[in-house]
């Protein structure tokens, strides 16, 4: 139980574009859910906090206007990379937290984009 | 921001010996949780140990933590090959289920 997925696992696109990751609860539901960035050799950092029915709630430094994120159900939490640029290339991680539950997350196995 | 740091950086052993991995953090927190990735690939949830804990095992692994140094280390013994990966320490706070992860420890397992 308690999985997490992601789609795509990998995504190139080029600069200017926009591009949506899906992050999906499959057998629990979330109220909450989290959305992390990779760079290479360095650990996670916490982008945003998603909250079903409501507005994300941006860490410092992310951009809210370029990471859109949308929470529209219990189990599907979607980051969309408006006008990506080659630094926006990461891996983005979600995890989701089952409703009712605390202090407890469980992981996608990431996203990778690259924009050339 | 990251408030876990995790020592060694780097750890690179033979097959068969124990590894520990130590991870500090600066704030209180609810609990602290151990993850591995491998390359490129997502987080594997190892074992997690409540704030009220001092010792937890699972199979080869062993978690330690103590609240008053705000410190936690994860052993594991008699290392295997595919042991080989990046291991995370990560600490819950707050009512608001915020996590923060530690800066990793590369491990590498010599066959």
Same mark, same amino acid.
């Given at each position: 139980?308690?999985?997490?997925?992601?789609?795509?696992?990998?995504?190139?696109?080029?600069?200017?574009?926009?591009?949506?990751?899906?992050?999906?609860?499959?057998?629990?539901?979330?109220?909450?859910?989290?959305?992390?960035?990779?760079?290479?050799?360095?650990?996670?950092?916490?982008?945003?906090?998603?909250?079903?029915?409501?507005?994300?709630?941006?860490?410092?430094?992310?951009?809210?206007?370029?990471?859109?994120?949308?929470?529209?159900?219990?189990?599907?939490?979607?980051?969309?990379?408006?006008?990506?640029?080659?630094?926006?290339?990461?891996?983005?991680?979600?995890?989701?937290?089952?409703?009712?539950?605390?202090?407890?997350?469980?992981?996608?196995?990431?996203?990778?984009?690259?924009?050339? | 921001?990251?408030?876990?740091?995790?020592?060694?950086?780097?750890?690179?052993?033979?097959?068969?010996?124990? &590894?520990?991995?130590?991870?500090?953090?600066?704030?209180?927190?609810?609990?602290?949780?151990?993850?591995?990735?491998?390359?490129?690939?997502?987080?594997?949830?190892?074992?997690?140990?409540?704030?009220?804990?001092?010792?937890?095992?699972?199979? $080869?692994?062993?978690?330690?933590?103590?609240?008053?140094?705000?410190?936690?280390?994860?052993?594991?013994?008699?290392? $295997?090959? &595919?042991?080989? &990966?990046?291991?995370?320490?990560?600490?819950?706070?707050?009512?608001?289920?915020?996590?923060?992860?530690?800066?990793?420890?590369?491990?590498?397992?010599?066959?």
């Amino acid at each position: 139980g308690a999985v997490v997925s992601q789609h795509p696992s990998r995504v190139i696109c080029k600069s200017g574009t926009s591009v949506k990751i899906e992050c999906r609860s499959l057998d629990f539901q979330a109220t909450t859910m989290f959305w992390y960035r990779q760079f290479p050799k360095q650990s996670l950092m916490l982008m945003a906090t998603s909250n079903e029915g409501s507005k994300a709630t941006y860490e410092q430094g992310v951009e809210k206007d370029k990471f859109l994120i949308n929470h529209a159900s219990l189990t599907l939490s979607t980051l969309t990379v408006t006008s990506a640029h080659p630094e926006d290339s990461s891996f983005y991680i979600c995890s989701a937290t089952p409703s009712g539950i605390l202090y407890e997350q469980y992981f996608g196995p990431g996203t990778r984009l690259t924009v050339t | 921001s990251q408030q876990g740091e995790e020592d060694p950086q780097a750890l690179s052993i033979q097959e068969g010996e124990n &590894a520990t991995m130590n991870c500090s953090y600066k704030t209180s927190i609810n609990n602290l949780q151990w993850y591995r990735q491998n390359s490129g690939r997502g987080l594997v949830h190892l074992i997690l140990i409540r704030s009220n804990e001092r010792e937890k095992h699972s199979g $080869r692994l062993r978690v330690t933590l103590d609240t008053s140094k705000k410190s936690s280390s994860l052993l594991i013994t008699a290392s $295997r090959a &595919a042991d080989t &990966a990046s291991y995370f320490c990560a600490t819950f706070s707050g009512g608001y289920q915020k996590v923060t992860f530690g800066t990793g420890t590369k491990l590498q397992v010599i066959p």
